[in-house]
């Protein structure tokens, strides 16, 4: 998972501003261009914690156009953005996934926690929970 970014150059202030058109919660400077786009992961990736949070849908990464930068997820948290999404999109509550995975409701907590680490395959486990299947792929490297 790739989230397309514009980076711009600021002349007034001296920097590089990192915007994403699908999540405009994450935005980030840097003083260069490889600053910016090391402070555009964790902007992002802080940026999907108020999803969380609230409980609302993340949206998913756009097509990339002409002029952005591809900026990406961590595997576990792109795992735990589908689950996230699929729970809400099937209104499973998290009480509700942890009985059908017979396990302690914090256990859930922690797995729907972006920062926490979690095995991918506890997480293909709970998609399962929820009908459906984590797939893993490989592709040339962008």
């Known amino acids: 998972m ?3 970014a514009r980076i711009s150059h600021q002349a007034e202030q001296g920097n590089y501003a990192v915007r994403f058109p699908d999540i405009p919660e994450a935005l980030t400077l840097g ?4 600053e910016a786009l090391e402070n555009a992961k964790d902007a992002l990736e802080s ?3 108020f999803y ?3 409980g609302e849908l993340i949206p998913l990464p756009s097509t990339k156009k002409r002029g952005q ?3 990406p997820v961590a595997v576990s948290v792109a ?3 589908l689950l996230h999404n699929e729970m809400l999109g099937q209104g499973v509550r998290p009480a509700e996934l942890a009985r059908r995975m017979k396990v302690p409701p914090q256990h859930i907590t922690r797995l729907l926690d972006p ?3 979690t095995k991918i395959d506890t997480i293909a486990d709970a998609l399962l929970a929820l009908g459906k299947q ?3 792929g490989v592709r040339p490297a962008a």
């Open 115 to 117: 920062r926490h680490t």
């Open 79 to 81: 795992a735990k953005i």
């Open 134 to 136: 984590l797939e893993v």
């Open 2 to 4: 790739h989230y397309p």
């Open 31 to 34: 003083e260069s261009i490889a």
């Open 47 to 49: 940026a999907f914690d």
């Open 69 to 71: 930068r591809l900026i």
């Open 52 to 54: 969380f949070e609230a």
